[in-house]
């Protein structure tokens, strides 16, 4: 259960991975680039994995009273998607910017 967020969400993050590596197609695509853009891939992966089960340990399950469980345990899902995600979407958004600085156009003066 402990990585069933993550597993949940993998879909989407493999489609944001195709995204980062795919585009922009302007940009140059050399060894260096493409080497930058795996490390922010697997950077980005290890960090929603990390986060993921940061947010797991982090949630508190309610009490089970006479009527069962109270509701509020979907949390313990709910959050490690929400770090695994944010997590994610912020080391991308930070290769997109510092790949955007290094390759990017240049203009000419």
Do not use: N
């Not at 585009?23 to 994995?49: E, N």
């Not at 949390?75 to 929400?82: M, T």
């Amino acid at each position: 259960m402990r990585y069933l967020a993550v597993l949940l969400l993998a879909p989407w993050l493999l489609i944001l991975c195709w995204g980062y590596w795919a585009y922009p197609k302007s940009l140059p695509r050399t060894s260096g680039r493409r080497v930058f853009d795996f490390t922010a891939l697997l950077l980005a992966l290890i960090a929603a994995v990390q986060c993921a089960v940061l947010g797991f340990d982090m949630v508190e399950l309610p009490t089970v009273d006479g009527f069962g469980r109270a509701s509020g345990a979907i949390w313990q899902q709910v959050l490690p998607a929400l770090y695994g995600y944010g997590a994610f979407t912020a080391v991308l958004v930070l290769a997109m910017l510092l790949r955007h600085a290094l390759w990017g156009r240049r203009r000419r003066s």
